[in-house]
């Protein structure tokens, strides 16, 4: 079993709208939680790191949350873009989720 | 620019056929990293160096082997080929320590028959 999980595992959205993204880990509880973004054809890009101590950390339209009691992270995108579609990676203490693929339709 | 390069990007070949999947980076990392992703899994890390001369297993070495004679290379070779063995590869590398950002290649897709 993945020690890092994510939700859902695909989802299609609007141009415009916002979506959330989650992430649940099971792994040791004091580490860095890192959101990449992967887009079709290429190697995942990290969008943004957070460390056990921060709740919300933001990368212009892009926020992501993390609650260390519950393990669980979010990454919310806002005004989604049709250049938003790729896969959403979440990845703690090394260990990737299997990611989340969005779709963003015109 | 600051990059990291792997080839080839594209591999079709048989059972038992050494490869050599080559990596190398332009930012002085120390760290590097072999990644395999498969449909459903995500990236699982198959070795590690953490410098010149040092390498590790990662979660997932069996059928790989890998070196890392000089700081910006790091092939990644496959004795013996397996159809098991057809994925996505990616390498990585980053600076040391626990925040660091891993920068990714552009992958490699093999697959054997």
């Known amino acids: 079993k993945n020690q890092v999980e994510q939700s859902p595992q695909s989802l299609i959205i609007l141009e415009g709208k916002n979506c959330t993204l989650q992430?649940?880990?099971?792994?040791?509880?004091?580490?860095?939680l890192r959101w990449y973004k992967q887009d079709t054809g290429r190697g995942p890009v990290s969008l943004t790191i957070?460390?056990?101590?921060?709740n919300t950390k933001s990368n212009g339209r892009y926020t992501a949350t993390l609650d260390a009691d519950t393990k669980q992270s979010s990454l919310h995108i806002t005004a989604s873009q049709l250049s938003d579609s790729a896969s959403y990676i979440c990845?703690?203490?090394?260990?990737f989720g299997a990611g989340t693929r969005l779709t963003v339709k015109p | 620019e600051a990059q990291v390069t792997q080839n080839p990007r594209y591999l079709i070949t048989v059972t038992g056929k050494k490869l050599t999947v080559t990596c190398s980076q332009n930012?002085?990392?120390?760290?590097m990293s072999w990644y395999r992703q498969d449909p459903g899994l995500g990236l699982r890390q198959i070795y590690y160096?953490?410098?010149?001369?040092?390498?590790d297993k990662g979660d997932v070495p069996e059928g790989y082997k890998v070196s890392r004679k000089e700081k910006r290379n790091f092939p990644l070779i496959l004795e013996s080929p397996s159809p098991n063995q057809t994925s996505l590869y990616f390498c990585?590398?980053?600076?040391?320590?626990?925040?660091?950002?891993?920068?990714f290649g552009p992958g490699t897709r093999l697959t054997v028959t």
């Open positions: 930012m002085n990392h120390e760290y």
């Open positions: 990585a590398s980053s600076l040391p320590g626990s925040s660091r950002e891993q920068y």
């Open positions: 990845e703690y203490d090394m260990r």
């Open positions: 992430c649940n880990y099971t792994v040791s509880p004091f580490s860095n």
């Open positions: 957070m460390t056990f101590s921060e």
């Open positions: 160096s953490m410098n010149v001369e040092v390498t």
